[in-house]
């Protein structure tokens, strides 16, 4: 336990060296799809839907969207990667055109198709926890960080486990714990403070 600890702490060190940066923009495919649909029979399928997606041709990303998500239903399940990823496109959609509020269901059940098909401490899963906790404080602001903060923990856990305390991935979703438990307390006064808080809450990160 004692390892893992300095291990967790390590990690925020490297953080508080690589965060001074604002946080960036929203981010869109491949960071918030699943890495594991492209790797299925159903890749060739869903190639359509990304380079649709990748153009910004919005049309053709709803029309395969509703077209690919009944069939992906019938053939697959709701618990299986291919409808996830269908339903994660569904989110980043209508994110993109500017309906945060009403994309929020959509990532809430990517996140639990995922969880189904793969099993809690899948790399697919993480991304989904993450991607859901950058929509709801997007959506909802400071006022969403409660619930955000435990997608961005359970995140956390997983990529430490699979990846490491110094992955970019893992520093990635470390700073999004801190920025949620800075907005829960009407941020820190300064950097040097909040990075405090949030190392002295490590060990309840896992």
């Known amino acids: 336990m004692k390892a893992f600890v300095r291990a967790t702490l390590a990690t925020f ?7 001074c940066s604002p946080r960036g923009d929203f981010p869109e495919y491949p960071d918030t799809t699943s890495h594991t649909a492209h790797n299925g029979p159903w890749a060739e399928a869903i190639a359509p839907l990304e380079a649709a997606y990748d153009r910004r ?4 990303v709803n029309r395969l969207v509703a077209q690919l998500g009944a069939e992906f239903r019938d053939v697959y399940g709701e618990d299986s ?8 496109y569904a989110a980043l959609q209508l994110y993109r055109e500017h309906r945060d509020e009403a994309s929020l269901p959509y990532f809430r059940d990517a996140l639990q198709h995922y969880r189904a098909a793969l099993g809690s401490e899948h790399q697919d899963v993480a991304v989904a926890l993450h991607t859901y906790g950058d929509a709801l404080i997007s959506a909802r602001g400071a006022s969403a960080a409660a619930e955000a903060e435990p997608l961005y923990r359970e995140a956390y856990t997983i990529r430490f486990s699979t990846l490491g305390a110094a992955d970019i991935q893992t520093l990635g979703v470390a700073e999004e714990v801190f920025d949620a438990m800075s907005m829960q307390v009407g941020g ?7 990075r405090s808080q949030l190392v002295s809450a490590t060990r309840t990160l896992v």
């Open 57 to 60: 041709d919005d049309v053709e």
């Open 81 to 88: 990667v291919p409808y996830a990823e269908i339903t994660m």
């Open 188 to 194: 820190p006064n300064d950097q040097s403070q909040g």
């Open 13 to 19: 060190a490297l953080f508080a060296l690589v965060s």
